[in-house]
C-alpha cells in the first residue's frame, strides 16, 4: 500500500506560480510512475501531468503545456508540480497519483491509477 501525501496548494492571483509536492510512503517509489490530476468543482477529475520512473516520458494536458512542470526526486520519493502563469481556470483539488504501468497510462485512463493522495485545494483568483 503507497501512502501519497499532498501540500503546496494554496491561493494565488493570477499570473502567480505554486509548487506542488507529493511524499510517497513506499521506498518502491521509484517503480511507478507518478501523476497529477485536478477535479474543479462540478467537474470531473482531469489528467495534468505524468512522469514515468526515469522522469524521462513527461506528458501534460495541453492547456497546461508551458506553464506546468512535472518532476520527481527518487531518492526522497517526492513529486512535484511547477506551476506558473496560473489562471483562475486551473483552480481545483489537485491530486497525486500513482500507477504500476507507464506513465502514458494515466494520459487516457483515470483508471489506471492504482494509489490515489488526498487532494490539496490551489485557489486561482482573477
Known amino acids: 500500500q503507497v501512502q501519497l501525501v499532498e501540500s503546496g496548494g494554496g491561493l494565488v492571483q493570477a499570473g502567480g506560480s505554486l509548487r506542488l509536492s507529493c511524499a510517497a510512503s513506499d521506498r518502491t517509489f521509484s517503480a511507478y510512475s507518478m501523476g497529477w490530476f485536478r477535479q474543479a468543482p462540478g467537474k470531473e477529475r482531469e489528467f495534468v501531468a505524468a512522469i514515468n520512473w526515469s522522469g524521462v516520458h513527461i506528458y501534460y494536458r495541453d492547456s497546461v503545456k508551458g506553464r506546468f512542470t512535472i518532476s520527481r526526486d527518487n531518492a526522497k520519493t517526492t513529486v512535484y508540480l511547477q506551476m506558473n502563469s496560473l489562471k483562475p481556470e486551473d483552480t481545483a483539488l489537485y491530486y497525486c497519483?500513482?500507477?504500476?504501468?507507464?506513465?502514458?497510462?494515466?494520459?487516457?485512463?483515470?483508471?489506471?491509477?492504482?494509489?490515489w493522495g488526498q487532494g490539496t485545494q490551489v485557489t486561482v483568483s482573477s
Open positions: 497519483a500513482a500507477d504500476g504501468g507507464p506513465a502514458q497510462d494515466m494520459v487516457v485512463n483515470l483508471y489506471a491509477v492504482d494509489y
